[in-house]
């Protein structure tokens, strides 16, 4: 599956600024996700990358420039009005509680509460429905554990990934962004986590994927967003551009107008 250029803009920004003091780590950045895709962020060290997600995501907040969701501004002053969009985000750390149960994990900070007074008055959890849904979303995502009562710490490190990723497909009405999600993973489950990815995006949410891998990201990426020196240096098309243009572009040995015409996204 492959995103053109007609596929509706579903998040974008202009002119990013982000200043920590001296440093400026956002220098008037560009970006845009279409519906139905999967954009990989891509840069070298200090390139922004981190402080363009933290902006998409409500972690930071920009000095200077816009946030559109479906072409209306947004102005995100923190995670939860990013969530409360319908934007998810996994982080690197994962941010899943080992002792509770993969059920649990999937509704962490949004249990659902037993109908009528004793979810009203006595705040009784429904832990039935909730285990019924978190089935029921694993099993759309084709993903294999075995018992979602199982508590969260006896799954391997691609399975508790998996975990994060589904809570964050469940939840998000608009746009998955995942931080170096196959970071620390062995190969096979690495690919077990691209192909959760893609099933992601094949329901229909765009993702916007962040990694140095660069195997993996002209693995699933449909299209590549580099970013240097806080700046959007280009969108490339991995299908047409290899793997050492995309690089040299990356850390500035070479320059856009140096691709081919083909390589632009």
Known sequence: MNTTTNQPLVMQTKGIVKRFGQVTALDGTDFELRAGEIMAIIGDNGAGKSSLIKTLSGASVPDEG???????????????DARRAGIETVYQDLAVAPAMSIAENLFLGRE?????????WLRLLDKKEMLTQAITRMQELKVGIRSMTQAVETLSG??????????AAAFARHVVIMDEPT?????????????????????GLPVILISHNMP?????????HIQRL?????????KTVSMSDTVAVMTGAKTV????????A
Do not use: T, W, Y
């Open 66 to 80: 816009e946030i559109l969701l479906d072409g209306k501004p947004v102005h995100f002053k923190s995670p939860i």
């Open 112 to 120: 659902l509460l037993r109908p009528g007074l004793l979810g009203q």
């Open 158 to 167: 691609g399975q508790r990934q998996c975990v994060a990723v589904a809570r």
């Open 183 to 203: 970071a620390a993973l062995g190969v096979k489950e690495g690919n077990m986590v691209l192909e959760l990815i893609r099933r992601v995006r094949d329901k």
């Open 216 to 224: 993996h990201v002209f693995e699933v990426a449909d299209r590549i």
């Open 230 to 238: 806080g700046k959007r240096a280009a969108v490339v098309n991995p």
């Open 257 to 264: 107008d140096e691709l081919p015409a083909d390589a632009h």
